[in-house]
């Protein structure tokens, strides 16, 4: 009986031994699992961080490339080049993108060189023995200096496309098409083409529309006497020529000297129906 007392005594100790034992390693188990799950999450919250940075950088520089792009799409305009390059305060509605025949990309592109390199203004190569353009911040008007020219303003073309006259216009047009009869006027040494033609306009009280045209460095004409590009078909609007020639460059870029002959006209076809055969001009570009 005492031996039996023994042997039972000594079971309960071993049982107790190895339930310690069992639970020792469940505890073990479990904080290794544990630490393993606290790496693992430690390791996605690192990857996570670096995949956001990453994200972040590449909308950063997403972002930066489209600023860049928008500011080269949209150059800033100064207001004060217009009235800079006229010599006047007066300025008009500026229409972006729309091109006529005497707008500033050119009108005449005979040239011996076809291949020949644009220049900072995109005009094409100048005809041998024709003025060259010049820049008007460049060139310094002396108003003690007069010099004469003689001008003129005409849209007879539209007598003959009276069908494309846009109705609102018809009755602006003048009987004989012309809106200012040649006559010489007074200009000063370093005026260009559009300066005559402005002071000429508003001394005569005739409508006049324009707009600075930074990438051509040059006025671009909408319209004279109320009559305006495509009024007449989508092929019309002014031109400007200068003792017969139709320079492929703007008007605020074309230096007078003394006794040039500057015409004004009114096209409705490219500038075909003004002599201008050789034009390369766009309308409603």
């Known amino acids: 009986m ?5 042997w039972l005594s000594l079971g309960c100790i071993l049982l107790v031994i190895c339930l310690s034992l069992v639970f020792q390693v469940t505890k073990e188990n479990a904080k ?9 999450q430690e390791k996605l919250d690192k990857a996570e961080t670096t995949v956001t940075e990453d994200e972040e950088s590449d909308l950063t520089q997403v972002d930066n490339a489209i600023e860049d792009k928008t500011i080269e799409s949209n150059p800033e305009v100064n207001p004060e080049d217009v009235a800079t390059a006229s010599g006047e305060n007066d300025t008009s509605n500026n229409l972006e993108g729309k091109s006529t ?3 500033d990309k ?4 005979l040239n011996s060189n076809t291949n020949a390199e644009l220049d900072n203004f995109n005009t094409e190569p100048v005809l041998d023995g024709k003025p060259l353009p010049v820049e008007w911040q460049d060139v310094k008007v002396e108003k003690e200096k007069e010099l004469k020219c003689t001008l003129s303003v005409s849209c007879n073309t539209v007598l003959d496309n009276l069908d494309k006259l846009s109705q609102e216009k018809k009755d602006i047009i003048p009987e004989d098409g012309i809106i200012f ?3 010489e006027v007074v200009f000063y040494e370093g ?5 005559v033609l402005l002071r000429e306009m508003k001394k005569n009280k005739i409508h006049m529309e324009f707009t600075m045209t930074p990438i051509y460095n040059s ?3 909408e319209g004279i006497g109320n009559l305006y590009e495509l009024d007449c078909g989508e092929l019309s609007g002014w031109v400007y020529k200068v003792n017969g020639w139709s320079p492929n460059y703007g008007s605020s870029r074309y230096k007078l000297t003394d006794g040039d002959n500057i015409q004004w006209q009114y096209t409705c076809d490219l500038g075909r129906d003004v002599g201008g055969e050789s034009m390369n001009a766009e309308v409603g570009e």
């Open 219 to 221: 006025n671009y004409i």
């Open 191 to 195: 005026e260009t083409v559009f300066n």
């Open 32 to 40: 290794n699992k544990l630490s393993e799950t606290e790496l693992t």
């Open 181 to 183: 009869k040649e006559q």
């Open 2 to 6: 005492k031996n039996k007392k023994i």
């Open 106 to 109: 050119g009108q005449d592109t």
């Open 101 to 103: 025949p005497n707008s």
